[in-house]
């Protein structure tokens, strides 16, 4: 994602995230083509492997709400993730962003997301069900807002250049400490929060 002059966010679409989806339509013989059984034993184990990953909390936020979640987590180190579902360097992140809370449980590290999805797309439950199952398939628990407004105050709030990954790290004063363009890498992360007590 750039944000050229014109202060318009432009896209790239070479990540688009291919939805699993079973057709309810009857076929030839008036038998649904999906069934359960043996002839179709690895997608049932997918389907109950997929139903059995917990979601990550998501709702709808204004920039305010975000900026409240924010203020509300002081007193632990915090580090906030701003993504989308469309963006592959985004998604290719995710999985460490999901180990982030439990490998630095000592550190008492907090993470929340920002969804940047609804800067080029529209409020719809497939674009939810779209943005909680890339989520799921990170195995990303920590909550994520799915940011509802215009793109220039919430890029004018945070300082952001345009592009996407971002994740800003704040103190437990809920100062910034430090920030990363582009994918995170967790040494560096490491090297960032302030040693445990």
């Known amino acids: ?64 709400a975000v900026r409240r979640e924010i203020a509300s987590r002081k007193g632990a180190p915090l580090l906030v993730n701003f993504w989308a579902s469309w963006c592959d360097p985004c998604v290719a992140e995710l999985p460490d962003m999901a180990t982030i809370e439990s490998r630095f449980a000592s550190r008492r590290v907090r993470v929340i997301g920002v969804s940047c999805d609804l800067f080029v797309e529209s409020n719809s439950r497939a674009l939810r069900r779209k943005v909680s199952g890339v989520l799921s398939k990170a195995r990303v628990l920590y909550p994520n807002f799915l940011y509802d407004g215009r793109q220039d105050p919430l890029l004018e709030s945070f300082k952001m250049e345009g592009a996407i990954p971002v994740s800003i790290l704040y103190n437990e004063k809920g100062d910034e400490i430090r920030r990363w363009e582009g994918r995170l890498a967790l040494d560096e992360l490491d090297r960032a929060l302030p040693s445990a007590p």
């Open 1 to 64: 994602m750039r944000r050229p002059a014109g202060g318009t966010l432009v896209r790239a679409l070479p990540g688009v995230v291919v939805l699993l989806a079973l057709s309810l339509c009857e076929g030839a013989g008036g038998t649904p083509p999906y069934a359960p059984g043996a002839a179709n034993a690895s997608l049932d184990a997918e389907l109950t492997k997929a139903a059995a990953v917990p979601e990550a909390p998501l709702s709808v936020a204004s920039l305010d």
